[in-house]
């Protein structure tokens, strides 16, 4: 084939290209006939997610002349696809994204060969995926992204100098878009940033405080989610779990929305809106898909053939207002926790009282980390020990007595590595646990100018001296890693509205000032007993007295 379908005059645009040298060319690039006859011979494309992007992007590819793509999906076509999952027709409802849109490719486009693949990226392990010279993903899960991130990185071959092989690296071309805003990146794993180098751009899940949708609720979606997740499971209607993709239960939360939001006043609320809530669904838009899946297929061009610079290394495009878009280099993280080898360090302030669901509750709620269901196992005196693994029923019997242990109680000491498994990266992590002393800062702010001292300065002597000057307006206690910082009014003076307790110093803390202060007696943190007291006795200077 490759004769006559190289010479086809349809590729004549990618030849001038490919075939002649330009300003723009790469060190590695050779103008040559070889470059086309690579990209359509030998070239081997796995574009993940056969959805709103995934159909842009394997008609790109295959209309650029790559013949050996696959494609791999776990869903399967619904009605609601249809506006913009071009690959796809009424008749196909029901049937595999991947294996529908394989199969359209392959008719449309002759000489096209798209491989399809019907399950989760997670059923394949390094073998299927070491096979492609580069991976291009079109997914709407950030779970699914950092797993396929995880995987490529866990592939990386190192030489024996510890520097990486290249060889070993696969690129991966990563494209988004929520509603009118999408974005494109290109991933080299272990030499630029990763996706969770730069975690903290996901945005948050957005959530609403249990109190507001209680009490206060302002927004339709306030009224929703009430129903969602207080009326349903008084009420039980259908005796079953809610299910956002039957109808009967979509209406009888609209209906329940509707009397809610009636009660407070609240307009705005629609079917459609329930829906979205119940299933968080972000309307896609096809355009932006298509611009998206443009410049990711462009990058995939570009680096399957060397012809130009990749794009460094991520692109931002919005169509809310008019077009814009951008790029800039998303960094490295030096302590990334997939692609970098140093274990992440958790600072643990209160290793008594935080309990291990404290600290699961931290992993899953922190930007840094978001996991969604960590296992954690370390090793204590040598010997392995789950702390807490919830996927297999007998082990999360035998270790769900631990989560309201503490972490003191659980014998983990600082510097402990713990071992974490989550459906975010197919390798276990390691994080390491920091237990921080409590250090002990007092600020003294005399009218306008702050005084610090540091832990020499605030000697007893001159924190009582500080207390009882009158000038001094307010006074912060800070602790160490800092909870809270209350300014304390009006000092020394009459007027005394200060609460100790709204201080929020640890036991650790307090045990620190007090070895620190107790000998002269005027100064003591503790826990208030009662009393009503201003913190000050009877000389002025403050008391924080058990
Ligand atoms: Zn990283």
């Known amino acids: 084939m490759a004769e006559i379908e190289l010479n086809n005059k349809k590729w004549g645009h990618l030849k001038k290209i490919l075939e002649r040298s330009g300003p723009f060319d790469t060190v590695n690039f050779t103008p040559s006939p070889s470059n086309l006859e690579f990209l359509m011979t030998s070239c081997k494309i796995l574009v993940i997610g056969a959805g709103g992007l995934g159909c842009e992007l394997l008609k790109d590819l295959a209309m650029m002349g790559f013949k050996n793509i696959d494609v791999i999906d776990m869903d399967t076509i619904e009605l609601s696809n249809l506006n913009r999952q071009f690959l796809f027709r009424r008749k196909d409802i029901g049937a595999s994204k ?25 059923d394949y392990d390094d073998s299927f995926y070491q096979d492609f010279h580069i991976i291009v993903s079109g997914l709407d899960s950030i779970v699914a992204r950092r797993w396929i991130n995880g995987m490529l990185i866990s592939m990386l071959r190192y ?82 779990a809610l299910d956002g993709d039957d109808p009967e239960h979509v209406t009888w939360v609209y209906e329940k929305a509707q009397d809610r939001a009636n009660c407070f006043n609240i307009t705005g609320l629609s079917y459609r809106l329930v829906q979205g809530v119940l299933k968080h669904i972000i309307p896609a838009v096809s355009s932006t898909n298509s611009v998206i899946a443009a410049v990711c297929a ?120 713990l071992m974490v498994a989550d459906a975010t990266n197919p390798n276990t992590i390691v994080v390491k646990l920091k237990f921080t002393a409590n250090e002990v800062e007092i600020f003294f702010v005399t009218g306008a100018q702050a005084k610090h001292l540091n832990s020499e300065e605030a000697s007893p002597q001159n924190v009582i001296d500080g207390l009882q000057k009158q000038p001094t307006q307010t006074i912060f206690f800070k602790t160490y890693p800092v909870r809270r910082m209350k300014p304390l009014n009006s000092f020394g003076g009459y007027k005394r509205n200060f609460k100790p307790s709204e201080l929020d110093i640890s036991d650790d803390a307090i045990n620190e000032i007090e070895k620190r202060f107790d000998d002269y007696g005027h100064l003591r943190f503790g826990k208030r007993g009662g009393g009503e007291g201003d913190g000050f006795d009877d000389y002025g200077h403050m008391r924080f007295g058990r």
């Open 159 to 240: 030489e024996d100098d510890g520097s990486l092989d290249q060889t070993s690296i696969i690129p991966l071309i990563d494209g988004g878009t929520e509603g009118f805003k999408g974005n494109a990146r290109v991933i080299l794993p272990g030499m630029t940033a990763c996706i969770d180098c730069t975690l903290d751009l996901f945005p948050p899940q957005i959530s609403y405080p249990l109190c507001t949708i209680a009490n206060t609720p302002r927004l339709p979606e306030h009224c929703i989610e009430y129903v969602k997740i207080i009326q349903w499971d008084k009420e039980n209607p259908f005796k079953c």
């Open 298 to 417: 462009t990058e995939v061009f570009k680096i399957a053939t060397s012809c130009y610079e990749p794009l460094n290394n991520y692109l931002v495009f919005n169509d809310i207002d008019g077009i814009y878009t951008y790029k800039y280099e998303a960094e490295k993280k030096s302590d990334c926790l997939a692609c970098s080898s140093i274990p992440k360090v958790i600072s643990i302030n209160n290793p008594s009282s935080m309990t291990l669901q404290d600290l699961i509750d931290y992993l899953c709620d922190s930007s840094e980390f978001q996991l969604k269901n960590p296992a954690l196992t370390t090793s204590i005196d040598g010997k392995n020990k789950t702390l807490y693994m919830s996927a297999v029923k007998s082990i999360e019997e035998q270790t769900r007595g631990n989560l309201t242990q503490s972490l003191h109680e659980l014998n983990l000491v600082d510097g402990q590595q």
């Open 98 to 122: 991947a294996q529908v849109a394989a199969e359209f490719i392959n008719n449309r486009i002759p000489g096209t060969k798209v491989t399809p693949h019907f399950c989760k990226i997670q």
